[in-house]
C-alpha cells in the first residue's frame, strides 16, 4: 500500500514538475519574443532617427545650395510627390543646372490642365535653348524674366539676357533695348541709349529700327533733333513698305515750308494703302487743307509709287531722290556705300524713279504745291476713292 502511494505521490510530482517546466518554457519563450520585438523596435527607430538625421542632413545641404543633394531630393520625391520634387529640381535649375531644367519641363507636362505649369515649361524650354546659343530663346526667356511670365520677376537677369541676345546682333532683342531705354518701367531711363539701338538696328536693315530711329531724330529724344536725318530714316523705311513709317514721315512733313503737306499727303495716301488705320484720317485732314485739284494729281503721282512698293522693286533711296528733286529739298543722301552720318552726303540726286513716273505729272506740280497758308475750305474725303485702298 505504501508502494503504490509512494508511486502516486512520484507520479503527482513529476507531473507537476513536468507543468512548472512547460510553463518556465512558456514565460522563457514569450520573455525572448518580447526582447526580440524590444531589439526588433529599437532597431527600427534608430534606423528611423538615422534616416531623420540623414534627410536633415540632405534639406540642410539642399538649403545651403548643395544641388546633387537637391537633384537626389527631387527624385526622391518624383515617385510621390510631384509638387516637392518640382520644388526642388527649381532649386537646381535656379543654380544652372540642366538637369533641373529637364526635371521641371518633365514634371510640369505630368501635371496637366495647370496653365501656370505650361508657361513654367515653356520658359525651362527656351531657357534650355538660349544657354545652347539659340538667340530668339534667349530673347523670350529674358522677356519672360522682365514680365515674369512663368518665373518670378528679375529684371535685371531679364535685361541681361537681352542684351547679350542683342548683341549678337538679334534684331527683336535690339529694338527691345531700345524700347527699354525710354520705358516708363525702366527705373534708369537712358534716352541716348535708346538712339545707340535703334541705329544699330537701323544698320542692319531692320525696317522698324530706321522707323524709331527716325522718330528720335524728330522729337530729339537722346540726341539733339535733326528734322532732316529723322525724315531720311522715315522715309528708308518708308519706300520698303513700312506702312506706320510711312504715317510717322507724313505727320513729320505736315505744314513744313511751301510743299510739306503735298509730301505729308503722298505718305499718307501710301500708308493708308498699306493698311495703316490712322493715316486715313490724318490723310484727309492734309487733304483739306491743300485743297481737291492738289488732291487728284498727287493720287496720281503716289499710284506709280504704291505699284513699286508692294512689287518690292523700289531700289534704296530711289523713292527720297525722286521728292527730292520733285520738291527742291535737301534731305541728304549717303553716297553708296557709305553709311548715314555727317560726312560725305552726296548732293547729286537719281533720276531713276523720276523716269518711271508718268511725265504729265509734273506739269501739274503747281498744283501739287500750294503753299500751306493758301487754305481753302475743309473737304470731306471719307467716301472718296482713296478709302478703297
Same mark, same amino acid.
Given at each position: 500500500m505504501n508502494t503504490i502511494g509512494i508511486a502516486i505521490g512520484a507520479t503527482g510530482l513529476s507531473l507537476i514538475l513536468i507543468f512548472v517546466w512547460m510553463i518556465s518554457l512558456s514565460i522563457r519563450k514569450k520573455r525572448l519574443e518580447a526582447e526580440k520585438k524590444a531589439r526588433e523596435e529599437a532597431y527600427r527607430k534608430a534606423l528611423e532617427r538615422q534616416r531623420d538625421e540623414e534627410r536633415k542632413e540632405r534639406l540642410y545641404k539642399a538649403e545651403s545650395g548643395h +544641388? &546633387?543633394?537637391m537633384l537626389y531630393l527631387a527624385k526622391e520625391a518624383e515617385r510621390s510627390n510631384l509638387r516637392e520634387a518640382l520644388f526642388w529640381y527649381e532649386k537646381a535649375a535656379h543654380n544652372e543646372n540642366i538637369t533641373g531644367m529637364y526635371g521641371i519641363v518633365r514634371i510640369c507636362q505630368r501635371i496637366r490642365d495647370d496653365y501656370i505649369l505650361k508657361e513654367k515649361a515653356k520658359f525651362w524650354q527656351n531657357y534650355i535653348r538660349g544657354q545652347e546659343g539659340d538667340l530668339g530663346a534667349k530673347y523670350e526667356t529674358g522677356r519672360a524674366l522682365v514680365h515674369g511670365r512663368g518665373v518670378e520677376v528679375d529684371v535685371s537677369k531679364g535685361i541681361a539676357m537681352i542684351q547679350d541676345a542683342a548683341e549678337d546682333q538679334y534684331i527683336d532683342a535690339i529694338l527691345f533695348m531700345g524700347d527699354w531705354c525710354v520705358s516708363k518701367d525702366n527705373i534708369a531711363p537712358a534716352p541716348g541709349d535708346s538712339t545707340y539701338w535703334y541705329s544699330k538696328a537701323a544698320k542692319l536693315n531692320? %525696317?522698324? @529700327?530706321?522707323?524709331? %530711329?527716325?522718330?528720335? #531724330?524728330?522729337? @530729339?529724344i537722346g /540726341?539733339?533733333?535733326?528734322f532732316q536725318k529723322g525724315v531720311y530714316w522715315l522715309e528708308r523705311a518708308s519706300e520698303k513698305g513700312h506702312a506706320e513709317a510711312m504715317y510717322h514721315a507724313g505727320?513729320?512733313? /505736315?505744314? *513744313?515750308g511751301a510743299n510739306g503737306n503735298a509730301i505729308? #499727303? /503722298?505718305w499718307l495716301f501710301l500708308s493708308a494703302f498699306f493698311g495703316y488705320e490712322p493715316a486715313k484720317s490724318l490723310r484727309d485732314q492734309v487733304g483739306g487743307r491743300i485743297g481737291v485739284d492738289s488732291v487728284v494729281g498727287l493720287q496720281s503721282l503716289s499710284k506709280p509709287l504704291q505699284k513699286k512698293i508692294s512689287s518690292g522693286t523700289v531700289s534704296k533711296h530711289s523713292i527720297i531722290r525722286a521728292l527730292n528733286k520733285l #520738291?527742291? *529739298? @535737301?534731305? &541728304? +543722301? &549717303?553716297?553708296?556705300g557709305e553709311a548715314m552720318d555727317d560726312e @560725305? /552726303?552726296?548732293?547729286? +540726286?537719281?533720276?531713276t524713279l523720276l523716269d518711271e513716273l508718268d511725265g504729265s505729272l509734273f506739269d501739274d506740280t503747281s498744283a501739287a504745291e500750294t503753299p500751306a497758308e493758301e487754305q481753302p475750305s475743309a473737304l470731306n474725303f471719307s467716301q472718296t476713292s482713296m478709302d478703297k485702298f
Open positions: +544641388v &546633387p543633394t531692320s %525696317l522698324e @529700327g530706321m522707323m524709331k %530711329l527716325g522718330i528720335n #531724330y524728330i522729337k @530729339g /540726341i539733339a533733333a535733326d505727320q513729320a512733313w /505736315i505744314d *513744313r505729308a #499727303y /503722298i #520738291y527742291k *529739298r @535737301g534731305i &541728304p +543722301v &549717303p553716297k553708296k @560725305g /552726303i552726296a548732293d547729286n +540726286v537719281s533720276d
